[in-house]
């Protein structure tokens, strides 16, 4: 079996070290180079020609992003970002991802040795998904945001102005209050998610979202939505009350779930165990869906690696939800929309510049029919 190649990029020796033994250990891969600095990883992707590359956001001689934009114009591959767990390193890295970048690994702030160590699944976890992820070239700057065949990956089919340029779905009048709209994302959800939110009308239901991102990205994630978006986006609150044009976002590290007060919906954030190894976990959204909203639900299954929520979206769908999954050529990975599928948890199957279309066509026509669970 052919190892993936993996070249390092690192600024810090110590982190070059570190991420190459780990890489190392592993039976499937091979680091098979390690640069200071982009300019020395451009010649180094040129003559090795590496599968993935873990990329460092702040390096001298060229910033991180800078090259990585360069770098998806001009010859796209699989990256995967590291990064400081910081305000501006989250932000950063929301940047990347938009860029192209497949997925992102925290850097610890302090004790880094130890931290990377324990890690160590996680990154190469992640490097293995990339090695599998569809990449797509980013459009050259000043192209208008058209995509040119396969745009950034992660990007869910366009750049955030293409997204921004558009067509967006006309407002759809008053909608019942007890529809809502459930999205579980996970590699390449973020761009995903992104595409489906800004074409939303404002007077769309609630959207409750659980994208697979750890502490300290969640905020500034749904920060960055809000201002993109014609409908209100913010990390969930545990007991606040889901409201139609606002979305509400998983907070890193803690599950979200719907409860029914009164007659309101009512936000669930708590902390727990692991579900499917991840904690926000779509399975515990989707399965709070199916036994709470029934019928008044609609389900998404946008792009990620593993078979989290697929289970609890049939579960949606026998509870009388109506449920789209991304199709496989939009996805930067398919796995979480392969598996609900298999499940036989979709109705529809689109493009994720489909997808929001399809949900506000299908409140149209659903108009008025509602359900009240007690």
Excluded at 63 to 74: A, I, Q, V
Excluded at 184 to 206: H, Y
Aim: proline share 6%; aromatic share 2%.
């Amino acid at each position: 079996m052919k190892k993936i190649t993996v070249i390092v990029v690192d600024d810090s020796a110590l982190v070059r070290g570190l991420l190459a033994e780990m890489i190392n250990r592993q039976s499937d891969m091979s680091c098979i180079g390690a640069a200071s600095d982009p300019l020395v990883a451009r010649e180094m992707i040129r003559n090795l020609n590496p599968d993935v590359i873990t990329l460092d956001v702040e390096m001298p001689r060229m910033d991180g992003l800078d090259f990585l934009s360069r770098l998806m114009r001009l010859r796209p591959m699989p990256v995967v970002m590291v990064s400081t767990l910081t305000e501006r390193g989250a932000e950063v890295t929301l940047k990347a991802l938009e860029l192209g970048a497949v997925d992102f690994v925290s850097k610890p702030k302090i004790g880094i040795a130890d931290g990377l160590r324990q890690l160590e699944h996680d990154i190469t976890d992640k490097i293995r998904t990339a090695a599998r992820a569809t990449v797509r070239r980013l459009a050259p700057a000043g192209a208008g945001g058209a995509a040119a065949p396969g745009a950034a990956a992660g990007a869910g089919g366009g750049t955030a102005a293409s997204a921004q340029a558009a067509p967006t779905v006309s407002p759809i009048g008053r909608l019942s209050t007890e529809k809502l709209i459930f999205i579980g994302a996970s590699t390449g959800g973020t761009e995903a998610t992104r595409e489906v939110l800004m074409r939303l009308p404002p007077d769309a239901p609630a959207v409750l979202i659980t994208q697979h991102m750890p502490p300290g990205f969640t905020k500034s994630y749904a920060a960055r939505l809000d201002t993109l978006c014609r409908i209100r986006v913010a990390e969930a609150r545990d007991g606040e009350r889901v409201l139609p044009g606002h979305a509400y976002i998983a907070p890193g590290g803690f599950h979200l779930s719907v409860e029914r007060s009164g007659a309101n919906y009512i936000a669930r954030v708590r902390d727990g165990e692991p579900v499917n190894r991840h904690k926000p976990s779509v399975e515990v959204l989707f399965q709070s869906a199916a036994r709470v909203v029934g019928p008044n639900a609609l389900g998404v299954m946008l792009t990620g690696m593993g078979a989290d929520g697929a289970r609890a979206m049939k579960e949606m769908r026998d509870a009388g939800s109506w449920n789209v999954v991304q199709d496989e050529a939009s996805c930067v990975v398919f796995g979480m929309p392969r598996e609900a599928i298999a499940q036989g948890a979709a109705h529809e199957v689109l493009p994720v510049t489909q997808i929001a279309g399809k949900l506000i066509e299908r409140l149209r026509s659903t108009a008025g029919q509602h359900t009240t669970r007690v």
